[in-house]
């Protein structure tokens, strides 16, 4: 059996042009392919404003910075995602405090949420996690009531929607990921989507050294911004990203007409109101072990598979002393979730091979 990845960039030949056009022009840096992946990305979205960053760590931290969070501040946050949703807060000044995840989707808990706030809180990070909405309509009731802000973490939901919505135009701010794995890829690159124009202008500013003009600056910032040659790729991205999606969806279906019936797991759930992209097609597995002998007799047998995440955030060396409360949810959920290979560039019998491989794990070895 060939190897399946559990994950990898699906690149065509259009990308490959695209980028060999902005090469011939010698103009490398940020320009108007940029400027033209910013406005298709932002019709796309539904939103009036999109700006480009360099990657996905950077758009939730200039997002956190426009919002004004900063020293004093808490901002909520689930303790089940990546890294950077949290350690971004950090860095911006403010104190993360976790929040629990509900069991079926994987993203944020409302009720959780609305334990965890104080007169410090001033934001939340809501993450659309391996590709599914979270309950935006909960989470935003909750937030007007207290007068707090709402991020989307969109690095995992390109195209995905909720109640007809695209993630990234919900909340007060989108931050999107562009990296190699994304469902939208530019290699690296991150971008911010708002329907609040001070937000956008602040955005704009920021990651281009504070210039209003050249060599004229109005504030202090950083270097944030993308190349025409990412954009390029992310151009033809984005014109196929429908179609891209539609081939995880499909791959989703597959996995679920062949493993829905196997003992001891338990396969994404796609809400009613919702719109999955399967960024990842992530199981859970039942038994103590049983996920990390299945991930070891997968890799045995040449298939790659992940698990987002091995641990919840609280237990990270660098971010233990924000931690307070519980989250048992999350902790749960990090022994037993599983990420199954999923990408467009997977093949009919990739998919049923992989089933047939985990079927038969369950069938002899549990």
């Not at 954009?231 to 539609?246: C, F, V």
Request: glycine letters at 8%; proline letters at 4%; aromatic letters at 10%.
């Amino acid at each position: 059996m060939r190897l399946v990845k559990v994950n990898a960039p699906f690149v065509e030949e259009d990308e490959i042009w695209a980028v060999s056009r902005v090469i011939e022009s010698g103009m490398l840096a940020y320009g108007s392919v940029a400027e033209e992946f910013e406005r298709e990305f932002a019709k796309y979205l539904g939103v009036p404003y999109l700006l480009t960053v360099s990657n996905g760590t950077v758009a939730l931290y200039v997002a956190l910075k426009a919002l004004g969070v900063g020293e004093g501040d808490e901002v909520i946050v689930p303790d089940f995602t990546f890294f950077a949703t949290a350690s971004t807060v950090v860095l911006a000044g403010a104190t993360p405090v976790f929040a629990d995840i509900d069991l079926e989707t994987y993203t944020l808990d409302p009720a959780s949420v609305e334990k965890l706030i104080t007169d410090k809180t001033k934001a939340v990070i809501v993450v659309h996690l391996y590709g599914h909405p979270a309950k935006m309509d909960e989470i935003l009731q909750i937030a007007r009531e207290h007068g707090l802000h709402v991020i989307e973490d969109c690095a995992q939901s390109h195209g995905a929607e909720y109640r007809g919505l695209k993630t990234g135009s919900i909340g007060d701010v989108g931050a999107f990921s562009f990296y190699a794995t994304k469902n939208l890829t530019m290699g690296e690159g991150g971008a911010v989507s708002t329907k609040l124009k001070d937000i956008a202008d602040f955005v704009r500013l920021y990651r281009n050294h504070g210039q209003t003009k050249r060599y004229h600056h109005e504030m202090i910032g950083w270097n944030f911004r993308i190349t025409n040659i990412q954009a390029a790729i992310g151009l033809q991205q984005l014109r196929k990203l429908d179609r891209m999606n539609s081939r995880r969806r499909e791959i989703a279906k597959l996995y679920r007409d062949e493993l829905s019936n196997v003992e001891f797991l338990r396969l994404p759930v796609e809400k009613q109101w919702a719109k999955h992209v399967y960024h990842q097609f992530t199981v859970w597995v039942e038994g103590h072990g049983n996920r990390d002998r299945l991930s070891e007799y997968l890799r045995k047998h040449n298939v790659q598979v992940g698990i987002h995440y091995p641990k919840p955030l609280h237990a990270q060396p660098a971010l233990r002393q924000y931690f307070r409360g519980s989250c048992p949810n999350a902790e749960r959920a990090s022994t037993h979730v599983l990420s199954l290979p999923m990408h467009p560039g997977l093949r009919d019998e990739d998919v049923l091979a992989v089933a047939g491989l985990v079927r038969k794990f369950f069938a002899e070895h549990v």
